[in-house]
C-alpha cells in the first residue's frame, strides 16, 4: 500500500484518509485493497479523503475517485472530499498586490471554445505555427464554479472566491481574480488585469495577491519549481511571453 496514504477511524461508520503525496490512482487502490481484505469491517461506511489545497484535486480527479470505489466495493464505501491547508499563512508565498475590481453581474457562465486545436497558421516570417485549443467563458465564474481545460483559457469577467480553473496552457483574466488558477504544465502561465486574494498554484507552491493600486497587467510565469512574475503594459508583457515560450 502507498505509504504517503493513512487512514483514521473516526468512529461509528466513518473514517479519513489523508492523500499526503498520494495520487487519485493510490487511493483508489488503497481502499479497493482495504475492502477486499476486509469486506465486513468496510460495509456502509463513509470515507472523508483529505487532500492538500496545494496539491488541489480537480472535479474530474474526484468523480474518477469517487465512482470507482462505489464500482469496486459494490457501493459499500461512499467516498467525500475535504480539503485543507490553505489557513496556514507561513506556507504561503505572496505575489505582486492588485487592486480589486467591482464585481460585474452575470446570469449564467457561457464557453465557448475555439476550433484551432491542431491547426496550423503561416506566420509574418513564412514559418508555420502551431495553436492549442483555447475555451472563453463569457461572464463571470462565481463560487462552486469549476474548469478543467485541456489548452488555453479567456476569462471575460471575472473569478469569484470559490471558482477553481484548472489548464495546461494560457490563462488569461481581463477581470478580477478572486479565486484559484491551478498550473497543470510548463507551459502554462497566466495574465490578470486585476486581483482580489486570488491564488495561482503551480507545482505545490501557492502564491496569493493581495490589494494594489495598478494599471498595469500581471503576468506569472513557471520557472522551474517556482514562478517569475512580471507587472507592465500588456504589449511588453506578450513579448517577454513570446521570448519564453521560445526558450
Known sequence: MNKDLKIEYLGGRLYRLYMADADKFDVVRYLSDLYRSAPEEFE???VEVVYDAFRPLSAKDR???KWRIKSFTAGNIVVVF???GMDSESEREKVIPLKPEKIVKQEKLVVETSNAKDEKV???NGEEEHFDTTSIVLGTMRSGDELDVDGGIVIVGDVHPG?????SGAVIV???LGGRIILLSEKSYVIVKECEKGVIIWNGMVYECEEKSSDNWTLVLPNGKKVNLYTDK???LARRVKEWLEE
Open 44 to 46: 456502509n461506511v463513509k
Open 174 to 176: 481581463l477581470g478580477s
Open 163 to 167: 471558482a477553481d480553473i484548472y489548464a
Open 63 to 65: 468523480n474518477f475517485i
Open 234 to 236: 500588456i504589449g511588453v
Open 122 to 124: 503561416l506566420a509574418g
Open 82 to 84: 475535504k480539503e485543507e
